[in-house]
């Protein structure tokens, strides 16, 4: 049985708490929330105001997993059904899974913070916790609780007493705040209980820039809000507040030396400290006071948009060989045992039930075109849940792989990678499209099928050999000798068009070498097929006899008379080479060579086929619009989502049909948040001058088209040869490289 190595880890669910506008009481629910759930000092706060769109950007950004609404709200109510694909495992629909009934008492659905308290226990007088605790009547109250986290109060009705298990099980000191007192700036050296539950997380990928400084501001609902999502992020940051400096002075000192010695050793933009305020707030000398002179200071707004880079934070992942099957259908699906990565026993019996996210990434992709490493489209959700074979609204996308809900004591997993073209073509579904593969979309699959896949398709780079396909004789049978001419192709400068292919590697390793090995290649590949024509004593007719059917005696295609082969043959050069399968039917390849192509260019660009969601051919219909597009790829970036549709020639002339086609897609897409680049490629040199102005038109429109001759398609990777040409070309990395180096080279005066 096959196997694959798969990364496996483990993090909490991050549930968006959705809240009231201005209201504290929905914030401090959501904070003490927070403190017994494991990952709660990464859950945002998501407030529900008249701005629907800063609810989807919130969302978006954070990456959330589920939606909890702290009260019962038609407005939040209304958030949590227009999310379905944010659905809680096993809730009732419109219903929130954050708490489930039982008996007299809630119980959390959520991974809580009592294995990670009993697994982290310290010796009693190195314990680095704390406990702090302040009245409810302080002013600063709502901060604090923000700041070091808050135990649920009994009435709330949760089986544990989490604030004594965290006294008792962490030895945590016990740090009172007196109303009007300065806050100690030992706590910064600290871990307060909204700390503890980041235990063992690390963020999934690589952090971007972050902000790290304070927030200068009123403690206000807006600007704590704003605090709490802002360190959710990843991001390291304390408040500030203004008429209560003093109070938190030392500890907004203590943290700022802190902070400026880790950012001494920082270069570039990490050299810089961060400050939140509104825009006419001056910031006091006693913060600026603390930061070094040869460190930036950059002043953000309390508005700031959220940086839709933000990571997911979870466990160290480890490398675990799964089991690989096949079905009847040729789909491949794997079975795993799960590290174990939590003691059962050392549980209690009411928190085995409870759910964390089980996350998997392979590190290639799966056979056939099926993967795991799925676009970033949250609303697919269920879709991907469905094909993946997984229990509804157990799935959730995120960037490099899936994560799956699953109770603690469930450790073992089994699911169903999806076809590329499966998913391309939803995504289209998602936007108005009623999507089916065309027949040259089917014939270009087949090509690269029978090739052994689009590396196996380098053969066509050859000019010689894309003429000797194209050749009408070739269909009813050649000889070795037009052939390997042929391939050479002499030009009319008396040179090859060859030459400058004999080191391609055409097959593992194997160049083309000559135009006579070349040939031995498309004979290995099943492009050509050997046989005899013979002239019927009858009718005199000639036809063509494969090798398989020549023997003694052979029947007359045309008017079955059975003659003696013996007698035709006269020389070595008897032998007839046909085009045979896709390449000898009536109407040839129909285009599947610039298709696959463009198709191994655009593969260069992204690195090794597993990371290549492709589409041939496909017919795309919506209303009265109706298209067919040679190629689509859909593009994964880190979380962002690229869709390229192509449309691919021989020496046919680029149309303002060809355009308006592929912009009327390109705006459709669009519309549901996708970046859509349209692509034209050609095998001839250039395009012409009628053509370039059309192209340039798309520019009006604000669309970057991606262009291809065979100063692209003909050499290894798509730039290579054009170095030369003076353009300032990057080296391209994606579908925006393309469009900015397609641009320079062909649209730019």
């Not at 808050?150 to 089986?159: D, H, S, V, W, Y």
């Not at 945590?172 to 030992?186: K, R, W």
């Not at 995120?398 to 809900?405: H, M, N, P, R, S």
């Not at 012409?688 to 398609?713: M, Q, S």
């Amino acid at each position: 049985m096959a196997s694959q190595v798969l990364r496996i880890g483990y993090r909490p669910l991050r549930v968006g708490f959705l809240i009231r506008p201005e209201s504290i009481a929905d914030l401090l629910l959501s904070v003490r929330l927070n403190t017994v759930v494991w990952g709660g000092i990464y859950n945002p706060l998501i407030p529900v105001g008249d701005d629907p769109r800063l609810v989807d950007r919130l969302i978006a950004a954070f990456k959330v997993d589920v939606l909890h609404p702290i009260a019962d709200s038609d407005r939040l109510n209304e958030v949590l059904r227009r999310y379905k694909h944010l659905a809680w495992p096993d809730a009732l629909p419109g219903a929130s899974g954050f708490f489930e009934q039982e008996a007299a008492a809630l119980k959390l659905r959520v991974m809580d913070v009592l294995y990670w308290i009993e697994r982290n226990r310290p010796e009693e007088d190195r314990s680095p916790y704390c406990f702090v605790r302040w009245s409810d009547n302080d002013p600063l109250a709502p901060l604090f609780a923000c700041m070091f986290g808050q135990f649920p109060t009994r009435e709330l009705g949760l089986p544990f007493d989490y604030q004594s298990a965290f006294i008792r099980g962490l030895h945590a000191q016990d740090v009172p705040i007196l109303e009007g007192q300065s806050v100690h700036n030992f706590l910064y050296h600290r871990i307060a209980p909204i700390g503890s539950t980041g235990t063992n997380l690390e963020p999934q990928d690589p952090l971007p820039l972050r902000d790290h400084g304070v927030f200068v501001a009123e403690p206000n609902f807006h600007n704590l809000v704003g605090y709490w999502n802002a360190r959710a992020s990843g991001d390291s940051c304390t408040f500030f507040p203004l008429a209560h400096e003093t109070r938190l002075l030392p500890y907004a000192r203590e943290y700022l030396r802190q902070l400026a010695g880790w950012v001494a050793r920082q270069t570039g933009f990490r050299r810089s400290i961060s400050i939140w305020r509104e825009p006419d707030q001056a910031v006091p000398e006693e913060i600026t006071g603390e930061v070094p002179d040869d460190v930036r200071v950059l002043i953000n707004s309390l508005n700031q948009e959220p940086d839709y880079r933000l990571p997911l934070f979870c466990k160290e992942p480890h490398s675990v060989v799964a089991s690989l099957d096949t079905s009847a259908e040729g789909s491949p699906s794997f079975a795993i045992s799960l590290p174990n990565e939590v003691k059962l026993e050392d549980m209690p019996y009411e928190s085995r039930a409870q759910q964390w996210v089980v996350t998997v990434s392979p590190l290639a992709e799966f056979r056939e075109g099926h993967t795991l490493q799925l676009p970033f489209i949250p609303r697919l959700n269920e879709w991907y849940s469905h094909r993946t074979g997984s229990i509804p609204h157990r799935l959730r996308v995120q960037t490099g792989g899936i994560g799956v809900v699953k109770e603690l004591w469930d450790q073992t997993l089994q699911l169903w990678p999806i076809g590329g073209g499966a998913v391309i073509y939803k995504i289209l579904e998602l936007a108005g499209f009623r999507v089916a593969p065309s027949v040259p979309g089917r014939i270009a699959q087949q090509l690269i099928t029978q090739m052994g896949g689009l590396e196996g398709c380098r053969v066509f780079k050859i000019p010689g050999v894309r003429k000797l396909i194209a050749l009408k004789s070739a269909r009813e049978g050649i000889t070795r000798s037009t052939a390997v001419h042929t391939i050479f192709d002499k030009t009319e400068t008396g040179a090859s068009s060859f030459a400058k292919f004999k080191s391609l590697v055409i097959a593992s390793r194997e160049t083309s070498g000559t135009p006579d090995l070349t040939f031995n290649y498309l004979l290995r590949q099943g492009v050509f097929r050997p046989g005899l024509k013979f002239d019927c004593p009858r009718c005199t007719l000639d036809s063509w006899v494969s090798l398989g059917e020549v023997s003694e005696t052979c029947n007359c295609g045309y008017c079955g008379q059975k003659f003696l082969v013996a007698p035709h043959l006269k020389n070595r050069g008897d032998w007839r080479f046909r085009l045979t399968g896709l390449f000898g039917r009536e109407g040839g390849h129909e285009g599947a060579v610039p298709v696959v192509l463009t198709l191994l260019q655009l593969l260069r660009v992204h690195g090794f086929e597993g990371s290549f969601l492709y589409s041939t051919g496909t017919e795309l219909k919506a209303g009265d619009d109706q298209c067919e597009v040679d190629a689509i790829v859909v593009e994964r970036s880190r979380g962002e989502v690229r869709l390229l549709l192509g449309e691919c020639k021989t020496s046919g002339e680029v149309t303002n049909d060809d355009i308006t086609k592929l912009l009327r897609v390109q705006r459709r897409v669009s519309k549901i948040g996708i970046e859509c680049y349209p692509l034209f490629a050609k095998t001839t040199e250039h395009f012409t001058d009628i053509e370039i102005e059309r192209l340039k038109g798309l520019r009006r429109e604000h669309v970057w088209p991606i262009l291809f001759t065979a100063a692209e398609l003909e050499p290894y990777e798509p730039y290579e040869n054009l170095r030369e040409t003076g353009a300032e070309l990057r080296h391209p990395h994606d579908l925006r490289d393309l469009a900015r180096n397609s641009e320079l080279l062909y649209l730019t005066p």
